[in-house]
C-alpha cells in the first residue's frame, strides 16, 4: 500500500528514487521506523528527502496521504502566517487589563478563531479582537493574552502535528533570498578562460619540457582561469519598487562582488527604460541609451530587474515616460525591445509574485525580455538561460492583452 | 575495540557534552544500520562538526577528519604520489631507494580511514566547499569502500565498512547521485528547552534566572526581522562566558545589549538591532 505514497511524494516532485525506496524498505524490515507513524515519518524523511526545501512539499504529501487534511485549505493561510511571522512591538500589560481578559477553553476558542478567520479583512497588528500580531486579542502571535491561542509557531510533537506545522516553509525555494543564496545563485554565471599575468605552474608543461631537457628541471607558467562573463546590470527604483529596496540591494552586493566578472556595470532606471538611464538612484547623471548600447558588446549579459508594473500608456505610448525629465519620441516597449535586440543574451528577474504577473503590463514586457521571478529558483533559471540559452518560459497572452488594452 | 557493534540500532545517544535532537539521533542510528554515509546539513553553528566527534567517542572509534577545501581533489582523499620529492630524491640521492614507489605514496584521510584495522568514524567537513563533481568522484570508493593505488597495485580495502559523517553548509546543490546514497539529517535550529540544556553542558554553574534572561535576548534578537547573520549556538556560549568572565548581571542591565559584538557580526545588523531597541 505504500507503494502509493511513493506516488504521492513523486507527484508532489519530490525525485524519490527506486534506489532510495528500497532503501527504505530496508531500514523498515530493520524496524527502524520503531512501529509507529512518527518512526515512519523521520525515517522516509532523512532516506527520501535530501533537501531541505522539499520538506515542506513532504510535509504537504504526508498530511494528503495519511489524513484528509485539505492541502489548499493551508494555502489560504499562508497570507495569515505571513503577517504573523513578523511581530510588532507591544507594550507591557498592566493589572487591571489582565484581569479584563476573559479566560476561555480552548474548545471556545478555537469556535472563535476560525469564525474570526472568515470576519477578518486584512492584517492586524496591536488591539483585542482580531488576529494578529501583538495586542491582547485572544488570537495571534507574539501577543500578551495568556489564554490565547497561538496562529503559527512552535509546539506539537507527533508527526502529524509537525507536517501541519509545516516549520519548513520558510526553506521552500520559491521564497525570496539573502546575499549568500543569490552569491551561490551566481557562480553559475560563468565562463572560464585564460588571461593575465603569468602566475599560476603549468605542472603537465612543466614536467614535459623537463622530459625533453633530459631531466633538466624547467619550470612553466601560465595565466590563471578567470571568468569571461560581463554583465551589464539595469534596476528598477522608486515608486512600486520601493518595497523591494532591500532585496535588490542584497543582488547588488553579491553581483558587484569584486572579481566576479571580467566586467561589471549597472544602471538604474524608473518604471520604464525610455532614451537615458541613469549611474544614480537620483537620476542626476544621465547615459543616453544609445551611447550605452554603443559601447557595450553583444556578448555582455544583460540582466534587468524590476516590477515592469506601469500604466500601459507608460510602457506602449511614444511620450509617455511619467518621469518628468524624461521626454520620449519612442515607446518604451520600443526602447526594451531595442535593448533586447542588442544583446545576445538577456534576461529580467522581477520581484513581484508571479501570481499578480497575469493582466498586467509584465505580460507585455515578458514578451520582450525572458523573464523569471526574483527567487532562488527564478535566479538560478536565469543564469541558466543566461549562460546556455533555452527556451524561454511563457508569460500569459500579451498580444490579446495588448489588443484588450489599445482599442 | 567496540562493546556493541553487533546491536543494530540505538548505539548513539549523545554525550555527555553534545544534547542531541530525537530526530537526529533517529537519523544516525538509521545511518549505522544500514552502513549509509550520513549527511548532515545546518545552519552554521548547530554543531555538525562536533555530532562526528561525539559519534566517535560514544562508540569508542578512532575518528579521522577531512576538512575540505576549495581546492580539494577527490583522489587527494585516497592518497597522494609525492613526485617531487622523488624527483628531488633522484637528483640529490641522500635518502633510500627511490624504485620504490610506495615509499613516495602517502594516504589521505580517506584512504586512512579505508586501510584502518578496525571499524572508524570519517568526518568530511564542508563537502560543498569543492569543486561541484567533486562528490561524484566519491562515489564508487563509498559505495564499495575499496581502492587501488595504480602506481603500486595495492589493493586496499576496509576491514570494517567506516561510519562515515558528511557534512554541508547548504552552499552548492550536491549531486543527484551522491544524495540518492545518503542518508539526509537537518540539524534545525535548537528551541528554547533544548538550547537551555546545550549552554547547561557548557556552564554547568549557571543559575537559573540568568540562563532565563540570557535566553530571552538570545531568542529576541534571533527574532529580530531582516538580520544578516543570526546569532547561532556558539555565539551564545561565548557571549555567556564573556558575561560571567565580566560579572555583568543581565537583569540589571539597561540600555543595549552588553557584549553584542560576540552575538552579531556585521555593522548593519548592529545598527538593525539598536534601531529596533529604541522603537
Known amino acids: 500500500m505504500l507503494i502509493d505514497f ?15 525506496w528500497m532503501a527504505l524498505m530496508e531500514a523498515m524490515a530493520l524496524g527502524l521506523h520503531e512501529s509507529s507513524l512518527d518512526g515512519f515519518y523521520q525515517l522516509c524523511r532523512t532516506l527520501c528527502v535530501k533537501d531541505i526545501a522539499l520538506y515542506d512539499a513532504y510535509d504537504e504529501a504526508f498530511l494528503a496521504y495519511f489524513k484528509d487534511v485539505h492541502v489548499d485549505a493551508l494555502r489560504l493561510t499562508e497570507q495569515l502566517m505571513e503577517w504573523l511571522a513578523d511581530p510588532r512591538a507591544l507594550g507591557a500589560l498592566t493589572e487591571e487589563q489582565r ?31 482580531w488576529i494578529g500580531t501583538g495586542g491582547t486579542s485572544p488570537f495571534g502571535t ?66 614535459d619540457k623537463t622530459c625533453k631537457n633530459a631531466g633538466e628541471i624547467e619550470v612553466v607558467f601560465r595565466p590563471p582561469r578567470r571568468n569571461r562573463v560581463k554583465v551589464l546590470l539595469l534596476m528598477d527604483v522608486g515608486g512600486s519598487m520601493d518595497p523591494h529596496a532591500e532585496l535588490m540591494s542584497r543582488l547588488f552586493t553579491a553581483a558587484s562582488r569584486t572579481g566576479r566578472f571580467a566586467k561589471f556595470r549597472s544602471y538604474y532606471f524608473h518604471n520604464c527604460i525610455y532614451n537615458a538611464v541613469y549611474e544614480d538612484a537620483q537620476f542626476r547623471k544621465g547615459v543616453p541609451v544609445a551611447d550605452l548600447l554603443a559601447h557595450s558588446d553583444r556578448d555582455e549579459k544583460l540582466v534587468l530587474v524590476g516590477d515592469a508594473l506601469m500604466h500601459p500608456a507608460e510602457l506602449l505610448d511614444p511620450g509617455g515616460a511619467s518621469f518628468m525629465y524624461t521626454q520620449n519620441r519612442a515607446s518604451g516597449h520600443e526602447w526594451l525591445r531595442r535593448l533586447a535586440a542588442h544583446f ?20 507585455v514586457i515578458a514578451s520582450v525580455f525572458a523573464m523569471w521571478p526574483l527567487t532562488l529558483d527564478g535566479l538560478s533559471h536565469a543564469v541558466r538561460y543566461l549562460v546556455r540559452g533555452g527556451e524561454r518560459p511563457r508569460v500569459g497572452d500579451p498580444a490579446r492583452w495588448m489588443k484588450a488594452m489599445l482599442s | 575495540m567496540s562493546s556493541d557493534v553487533s546491536d543494530p540500532f540505538d548505539q548513539f545517544r549523545g554525550t555527555a557534552s553534545y544534547i542531541v535532537s530525537d530526530e537526529l539521533r533517529h537519523a544516525v542510528n538509521v545511518a549505522v544500520a544500514l552502513a549509509r554515509p550520513l549527511l548532515v ?66 594516504l589521505g584521510p580517506l584512504g586512512e580511514a579505508l586501510s584502518a584495522p578496525s571499524r572508524v568514524v570519517l568526518l568530511i567537513d564542508e563537502i560543498d566547499k569543492a569543486d561541484l563533481e567533486f562528490p561524484n568522484d566519491l562515489l564508487h570508493e563509498l559505495d564499495v569502500m575499496r581502492f587501488r593505488i595504480d602506481e603500486t597495485g595495492r589493493e586496499i580495502a576496509a576491514a570494517e565498512r567506516p561510519i562515515v559523517v558528511i557534512t554541508s553548509n547548504n552552499e552548492k546543490e550536491l549531486p543527484d547521485a551522491f544524495l540518492r546514497r545518503c542518508v539526509f539529517h537537518y540539524i534545525q535550529f535548537p528551541n528554547r528547552e533544548l538550547m537551555a540544556e546545550i549552554v547547561r553542558v557548557h556552564h554547568p554553574d549557571i543559575t537559573d534566572r540568568v540562563l532565563d534572561n540570557a535566553l530571552e535576548v538570545f531568542f529576541g534578537l534571533r527574532a529580530t526581522p531582516r538580520l544578516r547573520k543570526k546569532p547561532s549556538t556558539s555565539e551564545l556560549i561565548d557571549w555567556i562566558c564573556a558575561l560571567k568572565k565580566a560579572g555583568v548581571d543581565l537583569s540589571r542591565v539597561s540600555g543595549g545589549i552588553p557584549f553584542l559584538g560576540t552575538l552579531l557580526k556585521t555593522e548593519q545588523d548592529v545598527e538593525q538591532v539598536s534601531k529596533r531597541a529604541k522603537a
Do not use: C
Open chain 1, 6 to 20: 511513493l506516488f504521492e511524494l513523486r507527484a508532489r516532485k519530490l525525485p524519490v528514487s527506486t534506489h532510495e
Open chain 1, 99 to 129: 484581569k479584563a481578559l476573559q479566560a476561555l477553553d480552548l474548545e471556545k476558542l478555537r469556535e472563535l478563531f476560525e469564525q474570526r478567520l472568515k470576519e477578518q479583512k486584512g492584517r492586524h497588528d496591536g488591539g483585542n479582537r
Open chain 1, 142 to 207: 507574539g501577543g500578551k493574552n495568556p489564554n490565547a491561542m497561538r496562529a503559527g509557531g512552535g509546539g506539537g510533537r507527533s508527526a502529524m502535528q509537525v507536517a501541519d506545522e509545516r516549520r519548513f516553509r520558510e526553506y521552500r525555494r520559491d521564497v525570496v533570498l539573502d546575499v549568500r543564496q543569490i552569491d551561490v545563485a551566481l557562480r553559475g554565471l560563468r565562463r572560464l578562460g585564460r588571461e593575465g599575468a603569468l602566475d599560476e605552474l603549468d605542472l603537465d608543461e612543466t614536467i
Open chain 1, 344 to 363: 545576445r543574451s538577456a534576461a529580467w528577474l522581477n520581484p513581484e509574485p508571479e501570481r499578480f504577473w497575469s493582466g498586467t503590463t509584465i505580460e
Open chain 2, 41 to 106: 546539513r545546518g545552519e552554521p553553528g548547530t554543531g555538525k562538526t562536533l555530532l562526528a566527534e561525539n559519534l566517535a567517542s560514544a562508540l569508542h572509534l578512532p575518528l579521522t577528519r577531512w576538512h575540505v577545501k576549495s581546492t580539494t581533489k577527490a583522489r587527494d582523499g585516497l592518497y597522494v604520489y609525492d613526485t617531487v620529492a622523488r624527483l628531488h630524491d633522484s637528483r640529490f640521492g641522500d635518502a633510500g631507494d627511490v624504485r620504490d614507489i610506495a615509499r613516495y605514496i602517502k
